[in-house]
C-alpha cells in the first residue's frame, strides 16, 4: 500500500470502486426474473471494507436501500464475526428491521478474499419475484402474515448451497423456480465484485482495503460537515399528516443543526399501527438521510463517510420505529414521506435548494390471478407521481420521486399477464399552481382479462392530503384510486372481475413560488399543451389563455 | 484491361472541423488524401469541393469513380442543435405521453436540479386515434380511416408534413400503422411519414416511439442534404453510386437512407470503427479495441474477428453530458461505442472533497487549452502532455502552431499544483493518471459488459490526441499490444473505402423454446432474408453473406442474450438452447437452474462486400535518417524525465525496431513509447508497440 494517497490516485481508484458497485447491479438487471428488480430497477450493490462500512455504491440505486444495506451489513457482521467467513460465503436475510423494512427485499453479502485473506464484502439488496404471505398492502396486522421471513443465515457455505434453505424458501414462495432464479441473479453478481475487487487491488498494489476506505469515507464526512457548517444552527420543526390506514397520521421531525452535525428527531409522530404503514428505524434512517444528502452534497459519491454527521431517533413503538412483530409491507407509504419533512424544515434556512412537496408516495398495485389455462399470474405495477416545483425550474411529471423505480413498459406487462392497460397519460391540472409548477400526476387505467377474479392490492397515500406548495406556491391533485369509476380502499386488497376497470391517479407536486408571478409564455405552453385547463389558467394564474392559439387576453 | 475500365471509389468523412478524403488511385494503389474545412451551413460545398481537388491531384476523372461512400454527422448534429423539422405524433388513445414521460425514473439519484430531454413533439401535436391490436397481433378495436383522414388533414392545417406513427403492438401487427400512410395516400402525397413498425418493429413502446419520432425530426434535413449531393455529383458527371454509412457500419442506399435517417446518427463513429476493423484484418488480431481520442471526446470500440461489436439501443443528444439515461433512445442496431468527455482540451480541476478531475467540461478550440496562447487559463490535458514532455511546443500540427510551455506549467499551477500543494510535474502526471482512468474505465465496463475481458485485445490508437494517451490506457486495461495505424488521422474516411453494404432487419417473435415448430422460425427467417434481399438488389448487388441471430432469455427475465443461431439440422432446437446457455455463462458466469428458454426477437443481417479495396500500400525504405533529435519526458513509473530519441514516423522503414523510451512524431499526432516498450514497423508502415509488464 503507497502510504500517501494522493489526490489523483484516490479519484481513479474511487471511480474504479464506483463502476465495480455498477457492474454488478447491470448484471442483476440482465439476470434477473422478478419485474420489480428487471424492469423497475428496485435494487443496490454496496461494497464494504473489512468493517462493513460502504465503500461505494451503484449508480443505479434505490435511496432506501444505500441507506438500509450498510446497516444490514453490520448485523450481518454482529451474527457472523469476520473470522467466520470463507470464500463462497453468501448469508442472507429479508428480516424487515435487519434488512430494508419490509419482506419481499433479499439482501445478501459475499466476502471478497484477497488470496486467503478476507478484505471486504459486497452486499446486495433486490426485491425479489415472490415472498409468500398476502399479497402486499397495508392490511396486515402482523408480520406473520406478510410472508416468509429469513433470519440471518448462510444460503451458501464455501459454495455450497444450504438444501434446507433453499428447500423452506421453495416451500414457502408462490413462483420458487423464478425466486431460485432471483437468489442466483444476486449471487452471481456478488461473484463479479468478488473478481473486481481483486483484479482491483493486484493493479493497485493494495494488500487491503482499510486505508484507502479511510481516505474516502474522510474526504466525503469532511465535505458534509463543511456544508453542515455552512447552515444557521438551530432547531426547525416541520410536521404533516398522512392519510395513513384508517385515521390520519401524524410526521413530527425536529430538524436540530448543531456546528458540524445534524439529529433529527422524529419525537411526537403517531404511535405504532395494527396495519402494514409502519416504517422500521433502517427505513426512516435511510429516506431522512437520502433527504439531507441531496440537498447538501448531492455530487459527493454515496458511502458511510456522508452518513456520520447524522443521528436519527425515533421513539420506539411509533410509526417510524415499529418493534416486532409489527406488519410493514407499505412501509413506503409512510416512509416516503420522511423526505418531504426534511425538506420542510429545511426549507426553513435554505428556501432555494428544497423541492415544494412531491405526489409522492407512488402508487403501487399488485394484480393476482389466475389465467384462462389456470396458471397464477401476478403483476406489481408502479404508477409514478411526480416530483415538486423546484426554486427555478417547474417539477417533473410523471416520475419516481424520492425512490427511483423505471416502469415496466405498457408493452411488456400486456405480452406477460392477461391486462389491458386502456390508458397512460398526464393529468391536466394535476401539478401544483406556482411561478414554477408542481409536476403532473398521471392517470392509468388498467382492465381485467380472465374468467377467474382477481385480487388487486394497492399501497397508496395522499388521497386526502395533497402535496403542498412552497414559497406561495399551491398544492397538486390528490391520488384517486377507483374500481369502475368508484374509490376502492387505497391501501386495501379489492376483488375484481372480468372486464372491470381500474384506474389510479397519482398525485401530482406542489408549486413553487407565487402563481401570479409566472411567466406568461409558460403559462400559455401549459395551456396550448393541455397541462392547465384555460379555467384554471383564470382562476389560479389569473390570465385568459386561448386554448388553440395561446394568445393570452388581459382577465 | 483498359484504362478506362478500370475503376475507384472515394470514402468521404465529415467531421466536426474537416471534412476528409480519402482514395486509392486506380493505377498506382497510392492512398490519396485530402482534408478540407467542413463547411456547417451545408456539408455538401466541402464534399463537392473536396471531390474537385482530390481528383484534380490524383488526374482522375469523376467518370473513373463507381462509387462514393459517405459518412455524416447532419443526423447527429440535427438532434443536438434542435434544428429538425416540425413533427406530429399519431399514436393509440391514452398513450400521446409515452414520449413525455419516458422510463418514469431519474438518471441521477440525488440531483434536484435533474432535467430530462424535452420531447421533441410538443403535447399538442401529439395526437391520438382510437384502435387497439393486442401483443399477439391480434385487432382488438379496428381503426376508423375518417378519424385518421381529420387527424392528418388537422396536421397539414398546422402546416406539418412530418409525422410519426407509433401504435401500442404494431411490431405484432403493422395493419393500424400501414392503414394511416394508405389514408395519407389517398389525400395526395404530402406528408413524409415514419412508422414504428419499419422503422423500430420491437417491442417496448418507450424506445420504439423515440426512434420513430428521431426518423420524423431528422428526415427533411437529411432528404434535402442528400439530393444536394446526388444533384452536385450528377452535375459534374458522375454515373456510380452513392452510398451512405448507416450506424451499423454498413452502407445504405440513397433512397434508403432518406426513408429512415435515424439508422445514420452514428454514421461517422461507424465508419472509424470499420477502419479499426481492417486493421484487425491486416494484422489478423481477433480481439482489437479501437481508441479514438480527440480534442474533446474519446471514443472506443470492440472489434471481434475484424467486425465491430454491434450494439441495439443507443442515445443520442445526452442532456447531462455521458450520463446514461439523459439522452433520447434510439433502438437501431449500431456499431457499439462509449464516448466520453476525456479529449486533448478537457479541462482539469478539483472537486469539493479534494480530489483531482477531468472533464467532461472542455476549454474548446477557442480558447483552447491554456498553451495555445489564445486567452484560456484552465489547464487542459494537452497542458499536461506539453509539461511532461509529450508534445513538442514546436512542432504541433507539424509546427503550424507554437505551444507555450510556460503559460501551460502557470495554469496548471495555479488550479490544481497550488492547492494541493504538490509539483507542476506530479500534477501534470495526476491529470494524465485521472483522464486515462476515465477512458479505461469506461472501456472497461463496455467490454466487460458483453462479456469481453480487455486484457487479451490489442488496442488500436486513432484521432490526434489516441496515440499519445494509448499507453496509458492500454495499461490500465492490462492491455499488452498496441497498434498505431498508418493514416490515423483520416481513418473513418479510409473505414468507407472497405465497407460492406448491410442491411440489418428484426422481428419480435416471443415464443418459449419448447412451444417452436422448426419450420415456423424458419419462415420467419426467411421472410427477413426476403427483406434484405430487397435491399441490397437495390444496391446491385446480387451476392451476399447472411448472419442470423437470436435474442433470447429464460422465461421470466427482462433482458435478453444475443445468441448466434446455429445452422437447421439435427436436433436444431436442443442446439440453440446449448449456444443461448454457452453464452449466458460467458457473460453471467452461472446459469439460473433447468429453467425454460424463450425467443424475443430474430435478427438477421445481410451484408456484401462491393469492393476489394487495398487501404495498405508496401512501406519503401526512405533514405533521410529518421531520428532527429533527443527530448526530455517524464514517465511515472520511474518517477523522473528521462531522455528519449525523438523520430519522424514518414521516415521509419519496413521492420525497423525502436525501443522505449522514445518519441515518434507525425504531423497529426504523436506516438509516446515508455521505458521497457519496444515498437516494430510493419512492412505497410504500421507500428506494432508492445512491453514488458512489472517493477
Known amino acids: 500500500m503507497k502510504t500517501v494517497i494522493d489526490s489523483s490516485n484516490l479519484e481513479v481508484m474511487w471511480s474504479r470502486l464506483n463502476s465495480i458497485a455498477d457492474e454488478a447491479a447491470i448484471t442483476l438487471v440482465r439476470t434477473s426474473f422478478s419485474t420489480v428488480v428487471r424492469e423497475s430497477k428496485d435494487l443496490s450493490c454496496v461494497l464494504f471494507d473489512l468493517q462493513g462500512r460502504s465503500l461505494a455504491q451503484s449508480t443505479m440505486s434505490i435511496p432506501s436501500f444505500t441507506g438500509t444495506l450498510p446497516l444490514t451489513m453490520r448485523h450481518f457482521l454482529r451474527r457472523y464475526p469476520a473470522k467466520d467467513w470463507r470464500p463462497g460465503d453468501v448469508v442472507m436475510t429479508n428480516d424487515p428491521w435487519l434488512g430494508s423494512g419490509h419482506l419481499p427485499d433479499v439482501n445478501i453479502a459475499v466476502p471478497v478474499f484477497y488470496g486467503r485473506k478476507l478484505v471486504g464484502f459486497a452486499g446486495l439488496v433486490a426485491h425479489v419475484t415472490d415472498i409468500g404471505g398476502k399479497t402486499l398492502s397495508a392490511t396486515a396486522a402482523e408480520i406473520y402474515e406478510e410472508g416468509l421471513r429469513l433470519p440471518i443465515s448462510r444460503l451458501v457455505r464455501e459454495g455450497k448451497w444450504s438444501e434446507d434453505i433453499v428447500d423452506l424458501i421453495r416451500a414457502n414462495v408462490r413462483v420458487p423456480e423464478e425466486v431460485m432464479g432471483d437468489l442466483n441473479a444476486l449471487v452471481a453478481a456478488g461473484e463479479i465484485v468478488q473478481r473486481r475487487i481483486v483484479e482491483f487491488m493486484k493493479e493497485f498494489e493494495l494488500k487491503d482495503l482499510t486505508a484507502l476506505a479511510d481516505e474516502i469515507q474522510g474526504r466525503a464526512e469532511t465535505a458534509m460537515r463543511k456544508r453542515i457548517r455552512m447552515l444557521p444552527r438551530g432547531t426547525y420543526h416541520h410536521s404533516l399528516v398522512t392519510d395513513g390506514f384508517d385515521e390520519p397520521l401524524k410526521i413530527q421531525l425536529a430538524l436540530h443543526v448543531l456546528n458540524d452535525r445534524i439529529e433529527l428527531d422524529y419525537a411526537g409522530s403517531a404511535p405504532q399501527q395494527r396495519s402494514g404503514i409502519n416504517s422500521p428505524w433502517c427505513y426512516t434512517f435511510s429516506y431522512s438521510v437520502f433527504a439531507l444528502k441531496s440537498v447538501l452534497t448531492p455530487e459527493v459519491p454515496n458511502n458511510e463517510g456522508t452518513f456520520r454527521p447524522f443521528t436519527v431517533k425515533a421513539p420506539e413503538r411509533s410509526v417510524l420505529n415499529p418493534l416486532f412483530p409489527a406488519a410493514t409491507g407499505a412501509r413506503s407509504t409512510t416512509g416516503h414521506f420522511l423526505v418531504t419533512a426534511v425538506y420542510g424544515a429545511l426549507a426553513q434556512i435554505v428556501p432555494d435548494r428544497v423541492l415544494a412537496e412531491c405526489g409522492a408516495p407512488r402508487p403501487i398495485v399488485v394484480v393476482r390471478g389466475m389465467r384462462d389455462d389456470g396458471r397464477p399470474f401476478s403483476q406489481t405495477l408502479f404508477c409514478m407521481g411526480s416530483m415538486g416545483a423546484r426554486p427555478n425550474d417547474d417539477g417533473i411529471s410523471c416520475i419516481a420521486y424520492p425512490t427511483n423505480t423505471a416502469v415496466t413498459p405498457v408493452e411488456v406487462v400486456e405480452a406477460g399477464v392477461p391486462l389491458r392497460i386502456i390508458r397512460k397519460e398526464i393529468i391536466r391540472d394535476s401539478g401544483g399552481p406556482g411561478k414554477f409548477r408542481g409536476g403532473c400526476g398521471q392517470r392509468q387505467e388498467v382492465e381485467l382479462l380472465t374468467e377467474a377474479s382477481a385480487m388487486i392490492s394497492v399501497r397508496a397515500d395522499r388521497t386526502r392530503n395533497p402535496a403542498r406548495g412552497a414559497a406561495g406556491g399551491a398544492p397538486g391533485s390528490c391520488t384517486k384510486i377507483l374500481l369502475n369509476g368508484k374509490e376502492i380502499n387505497p391501501k386495501g386488497i379489492t376483488v375484481a372481475h372480468k372486464g372491470d376497470r381500474l384506474q389510479v391517479l397519482t398525485p401530482g407536486s406542489g408549486g413553487y413560488g407565487d402563481p401570479l408571478t409566472r411567466d406568461s409564455g409558460k403559462i400559455a405552453d401549459d395551456v396550448v399543451n393541455g397541462l392547465v385547463s384555460p379555467e384554471a389558467a383564470l382562476r389560479d394564474y389569473g390570465k385568459v389563455v386561448d386554448e388553440f392559439t395561446g394568445a393570452i387576453n388581459a382577465a | ?695
Open chain 2, 1 to 695: 484491361m483498359s484504362a478506362s475500365t478500370i475503376k475507384t471509389s472515394v470514402g468521404i468523412d465529415i467531421g466536426g472541423t474537416f471534412t476528409d478524403l480519402v482514395m486509392v488511385h486506380p493505377r498506382t494503389h497510392e492512398r490519396i488524401i485530402g482534408k478540407i474545412l467542413t463547411t456547417p451551413d451545408d456539408p455538401s460545398k466541402a464534399v463537392l469541393q473536396g471531390i474537385d481537388e482530390l481528383l484534380e491531384r490524383a488526374v482522375v476523372p469523376l467518370g473513373s469513380v463507381d462509387l462514393v461512400a459517405h459518412a455524416t454527422t447532419l443526423a447527429t448534429n440535427t438532434i443536438i442543435t434542435s434544428t429538425g423539422a416540425r413533427v406530429g405524433l399519431i399514436t393509440t388513445e391514452g398513450f400521446r405521453d409515452t414520449l413525455e414521460i419516458q422510463t418514469e425514473s431519474r438518471y441521477d439519484l440525488y440531483d434536484l436540479e435533474l432535467q430530462l430531454p424535452p420531447p421533441l413533439v410538443p403535447r399538442a401535436f401529439r395526437r391520438e386515434v382510437v384502435e387497439r391490436i393486442d401483443h399477439r397481433g391480434e385487432v382488438i378495436n379496428p381503426l376508423d380511416e375518417i378519424e385518421v383522414r381529420r387527424l392528418l388533414l388537422w396536421f397539414e392545417e398546422q402546416g406539418i408534413q412530418d409525422i410519426a406513427v407509433c401504435l401500442l403492438h404494431s411490431y405484432a401487427n403493422p395493419g393500424h400503422e400501414q392503414l394511416i400512410r394508405s389514408v395519407a395516400k389517398k389525400i395526395g402525397n404530402r406528408f413524409r411519414l415514419s412508422l414504428s413498425s419499419e422503422i423500430c418493429p420491437e417491442i417496448r413502446e418507450y424506445p420504439r416511439v423515440s426512434t420513430t419520432v428521431i426518423n420524423a425530426y431528422i428526415r427533411p434535413q437529411i432528404i434535402s442534404y442528400i439530393n444536394r449531393l446526388e444533384d452536385g455529383l450528377k452535375g459534374r458527371g458522375f454515373g456510380g453510386s452513392l452510398f451512405i454509412m448507416s450506424s451499423a457500419g454498413g452502407v445504405l442506399h440513397p433512397e434508403v437512407a432518406k426513408d429512415s435517417p435515424s439508422a445514420l446518427v452514428e454514421s461517422g463513429p461507424a465508419a472509424g470503427a470499420l477502419a479499426a476493423a481492417y486493421f484487425a484484418k491486416l494484422m489478423k488480431r481477433k480481439q482489437v479495441l479501437a481508441f479514438d481520442m480527440g480534442g474533446t471526446t474519446a471514443k472506443a470500440c470492440l472489434i471481434e474477428d475484424a467486425q465491430p461489436v454491434l450494439g441495439q439501443e443507443f442515445e443520442a443528444a445526452r442532456i447531462k453530458r455521458f450520463a446514461r439515461g439523459s439522452g433520447y433512445p434510439i433502438r437501431m442496431p449500431v456499431v457499439e461505442l462509449i464516448e466520453i468527455g476525456a479529449g486533448g482540451g478537457s479541462i482539469a480541476w478539483i472537486d469539493t472533497m479534494g480530489l483531482l478531475k477531468v472533464g467532461p467540461e472542455g476549454a474548446g478550440s477557442s480558447p483552447g487549452p491554456a498553451c495555445y496562447g489564445l486567452g484560456g487559463d484552465r489547464p487542459t490535458v494537452t497542458d499536461a502532455d506539453l509539461v511532461l514532455g509529450y508534445l513538442d511546443p514546436n512542432y504541433f500540427l507539424g509546427g503550424k502552431m507554437v505551444l507555450d510551455v510556460r503559460r501551460a506549467e502557470a495554469a496548471i499551477k495555479k488550479h490544481i499544483a497550488g492547492p494541493l500543494k504538490i509539483s507542476v510535474i506530479e500534477a501534470a502526471r495526476g491529470i494524465l493518471e485521472v483522464v486515462s482512468e476515465n477512458m479505461a474505465g469506461a472501456a472497461r465496463i463496455h467490454a466487460i459488459e458483453r462479456g469481453f475481458d480487455p486484457r487479451g485485445f490489442s488496442l488500436v490508437a486513432f484521432g490526434g490526441a489516441g496515440p499519445v494517451h494509448a499507453f496509458w490506457v492500454a495499461k490500465r486495461l492490462g492491455i499488452k499490444e498496441i497498434i498505431y495505424p498508418v493514416g490515423a488521422g483520416v481513418a473513418s474516411a479510409a473505414g468507407l473505402l472497405v465497407s460492406p453494404a448491410a442491411s440489418h432487419h428484426v422481428r419480435t417473435f416471443i415464443r418459449p423454446l419448447e412451444k417452436i415448430k422448426e419450420k415456423e422460425l424458419e419462415s420467419v427467417f426467411r421472410e427477413l432474408e426476403k427483406e434484405g434481399r430487397v435491399s441490397l438488389n437495390r444496391l446491385k448487388l446480387t451476392r451476399y453473406d447472411v448472419e442470423h441471430r437470436l435474442e433470447m432469455r429464460y422465461v421470466g427475465q427482462g433482458h435478453e442474450v444475443e445468441v448466434k443461431m446455429p445452422a437447421r439440422g439435427e436436433r436444431w432446437l436442443d442446439r440453440i438452447r446449448a449456444a443461448f446457455e454457452s453464452e449466458y455463462t460467458r457473460l453471467f458466469g452461472r446459469l439460473p437452474g433447468q429453467l425454460p428458454v424463450e425467443i424475443i426477437n430474430c435478427r438477421l443481417a445481410v451484408s456484401s462486400y462491393a469492393q476489394d479495396v487495398k487501404l495498405c500500400t508496401q512501406l519503401k525504405r526512405v533514405k533521410t535518417r529518421a531520428l532527429k533529435g533527443k527530448r526530455l519526458a517524464y514517465f511515472s513509473d520511474i518517477r523522473r524525465m528521462v531522455s528519449c530519441n525523438v523520430y519522424e514516423r514518414d521516415c521509419l522503414s519496413p521492420e525497423e525496431i525502436i525501443k522505449g523510451p522514445a518519441i515518434i512524431e507525425e504531423a497529426e499526432c504523436t506516438i509516446i513509447l515508455p521505458p521497457r516498450s519496444t515498437a516494430r514497423v510493419d512492412r505497410y508502415g504500421n507500428i506494432i508497440m508492445s512491453y514488458a509488464r512489472g517493477k
